[in-house]
């Protein structure tokens, strides 16, 4: 995919999407944003909009025919395909539009492409497909088992994509397990966001916060992005699932006494038990040597640097 191309995004204007789109602006393609906007943020993709080569189209991926007729207008030749709930305990809370949104969307988007024959399509799913353990987890040798609601629906779109592989033989589809990003933009209210939302409130606040001792890969965003992309150029025939991860674990306690160290101001801390989750995975770290086969690279795991950068972009002005 060297020569100019269409690329479909869903979620655009959400986390990944909003680093994904300009990245592939960069190097010269076209993008189609999809977005819904009910979680997205349409300031993520107004800097786009009017420059050559961007096209938004607020769209919900359930409805399947305003989605056939807008990806067969625009014949994309790649999806990128991010459009989903994720919060884990919102997706607690509400199962049912969770499995309506992950798995009906991603099945009514699969119809699309295959109308549209799109020839590629990138899934995002999650380290939450995998079972509890505390080594790394590998594509094929981890056992499968997913902690929650959101996991097993990502699963369950992982089993569409294989069953449309099965009857696409030309086609190439690609699922990314994604870890847990880091970086500017977030637009849930994961630990990080919440963390920085009280500094910015209050610098010198004690914050008040749930588990800490959970072990995270944590993936800085920008470079989560670009391993969407290459792994779209790398797609094989067929169905192609690899881990999206730095391979490197570490504990939101070590986080807190990094950004310390950053600020040069040691964090004040006590457990908030509303924000304690009744029941928290131990440990999520990938093995990522398949991603580096295919890619030839993993996103860095300088936390340092991640954190420094997401700091800059959106701490306290201390």
């Keep these: 995919m060297s020569s100019p191309q269409l690329w479909a995004v869903s979620g655009a204007a959400g986390y990944l999407g909003s680093y994904v789109v300009p990245e592939l602006l960069a190097r010269g393609d076209s993008v189609l944003a999809m977005d819904d906007l009910s979680t997205g943020r349409a300031e993520h993709l107004e800097p786009y909009h009017g420059k050559p080569g961007f096209t938004f189209a607020k769209v919900d991926l359930r409805d399947t025919a305003a989605l056939s007729a807008l990806l067969q207008a625009h014949r994309p030749r790649a999806i990128v395909h991010l459009a989903a709930l994720h919060f884990i305990p919102a997706c607690c809370a509400d ?173 004040r801390i006590e457990t908030d038990p509303a924000k304690v989750r009744p029941v928290e995975r131990d440990h999520l770290q990938a093995d990522v040597s398949k991603l580096k086969a295919m890619i030839g690279w993993a996103p860095h795991s300088d936390l340092r640097r991640a954190l420094v950068e997401l700091l800059a972009a959106e701490g306290p002005r201390d």
């Design 95 to 267: 199962p049912a539009r969770t499995v309506s949104v992950n798995v009906l969307g991603t099945q009514s988007l699969l119809s699309a492409a295959r109308a549209a024959n799109v020839e590629r399509f990138w899934l995002a799913s999650t380290g939450d497909v995998y079972a509890p353990q505390s080594s790394p987890h590998h594509e094929t040798q981890s056992p499968i088992g997913p902690f929650n609601i959101y996991g097993l629906t990502k699963l369950m779109c992982e089993q569409l994509v294989a069953l449309e592989a099965r009857d696409r033989k030309d086609a190439r589809f690609v699922v990314g397990r994604l870890f847990n990003l880091i970086g500017p933009r977030e637009t849930n209210p994961h630990i990080l966001p919440e963390i920085l939302g009280q500094l910015r409130a209050n610098p010198s606040t004690t914050l008040r916060l749930g588990s800490l001792w959970p072990k995270r890969d944590l993936v800085p965003i920008d470079d989560a992005a670009r391993a969407v992309i290459a792994m779209v150029d790398a797609a094989a025939v067929g169905v192609t699932i690899a881990n999206v991860a730095t391979g490197v674990a570490v504990s939101m306690q070590e986080v807190l006494e990094m950004i310390g160290e950053i600020r040069g101001k040691p964090l």
